[in-house]
């Protein structure tokens, strides 16, 4: 999956997730943080985000202390996916 589309709808994707109302997807900037500054997601975010994974790219987050850097900010996330796919390939 190219990047940018993957980046694209992980904007969407985490906006529905975490019932974000008021943010745009360009809102979200593609390196901005994604807790405490940017969108200030907290812990119970967090878990949304590992559920996110889950559902949609069948991907399980295997140790939790790889979460601060798989969940910095958007594209983060989505080089973990790609990172993750083409393991499984």
């Known amino acids: 999956?190219?990047?940018?589309?993957?980046?694209?709808?992980?904007?969407?994707?985490?906006?529905?997730?975490?019932?974000?109302?008021?943010?745009?997807?360009e809102d979200i900037g593609d390196d901005a943080p994604l807790f405490k500054e940017g969108l200030g997601l907290d812990s119970i975010d967090a878990l949304e985000l590992i559920v996110l994974l889950q559902q949609h790219y069948g991907i399980r987050v295997a140790n939790p202390d790889d979460g601060p850097r798989i969940f910095q900010s958007v594209r983060t996330i989505a080089q973990f996916i790609t990172e993750q796919k083409a393991a499984q390939a």
């Open 1 to 25: 999956m190219e990047m940018e589309k993957l980046i694209a709808d992980l904007k969407v994707q985490i906006i529905e997730q975490l019932n974000l109302q008021e943010v745009k997807p």
